[in-house]
């Protein structure tokens, strides 16, 4: 049997072009390449369904683990991995984006104790299973999962981390994966949500941030009835709302906030009428809206 493969610059496969394409089409027709695997031949790491990982998942797995023997480090590196060490030697950065590590691979990762930034994107063997070996790496602050089958709830494998930052993909986006994202950062003053799909119940998971002083919150399909949730933020000073459904209805809930000093309103339903009623309410607030 035949098979037909392009490589990257990085050694990854790649998706073969036109003419390469036709050369595998022909070697099927003369029985070259078992029909069965035309698709592998294809695309090897072809998408299935909303996973990422592909039909070679397993193989790469049980593949990739033995390669660990002796040096995680070395092994990670062979694999196209960019790994950064301070003057003592210690690994404190590590960029898998784009290669074919699998949890496998940070399992062993747990005795690099001085890791500070991990970038994740775009590994499509990481599983959510994967994230709960993470844990030991206490010096860890930034984390990217971006382009990742990780999912809202694998996120639970992050909590109490105290990561600094944290990119996650757009599929885990959700009120789950909310409540799961926040457990997972280190206390913070300041917080903004762009474009996340949550409801109301979503946004009540913001309550865990006792020390929130500033929030922003943009394209969020919230109502007027989940900004009653925001009043229970005890040092949050100034909010910045745009491009949502709310109305002079919402406003209501903030008419008691007396730490609010600033609230800013872009492309709201929010009317004249409403912000003078707020700023009768709260006299010490500065409100900026654009109707």
């Known amino acids: ?3 037909i493969e392009t490589t990257t610059s990085r050694g990854h496969r790649a998706s073969p072009t036109r003419s390469e394409f036709a050369l595998i089409v022909l070697l099927a027709c003369a029985g070259c390449i078992e029909p069965d695997n035309l698709d592998n031949a294809v695309d090897p790491n072809a998408r299935v369904g909303g996973d990422r990982r592909g039909p070679n998942f397993r193989k790469m797995k049980n593949k990739l683990l033995p390669q660990f023997v002796g040096n995680p480090a070395a092994a990670l590196e062979e694999f196209g991995v960019e790994i950064r060490r301070d003057k003592g030697g210690r690994i404190t950065r590590i960029n898998c984006r784009d290669t074919e590590i699998t949890d496998g691979h940070l399992e062993r990762m747990n005795a690099m104790t001085a890791l500070e930034r991990l970038n994740l994107e775009s590994c499509a063997y990481i599983t959510d299973d994967g994230l709960k070996f993470l844990k030991p790496l206490t010096a860890l602050r930034h984390l990217s999962l971006i382009a990742t089958s990780i999912s809202d709830a694998g996120l639970a494998h992050l909590q ?3 990561l600094a930052t944290l990119r996650i993909p757009e599929e885990a986006k959700t009120d789950l994966g909310l409540r799961n994202y926040l457990m997972a950062l280190a206390a913070r003053r300041r917080l903004h949500l762009k474009g996340w799909p949550i409801s109301d119940a979503g946004l009540a998971h913001l309550q865990v941030m006792a020390g929130l002083e500033a929030l922003s919150i943009s394209g969020v399909p919230i109502t007027d009835a989940g900004l009653r949730s925001l009043s229970d933020l005890p040092k949050l000073r100034a909010i910045g ?14 008419r008691d906030m007396d730490s609010l000093t600033r609230l800013v309103l872009i492309r709201t339903n929010v009317t004249a009428a409403g912000v003078h009623e707020l700023q009768k309410a709260l006299p010490n607030c500065e409100i900026v809206a654009a109707f």
């Open 1 to 3: 049997m035949t098979t």
């Open 241 to 254: 709302f745009r491009d949502l459904s709310i109305s002079d209805a919402g406003l209501v809930h903030f």
């Open 160 to 162: 109490g981390m105290e």
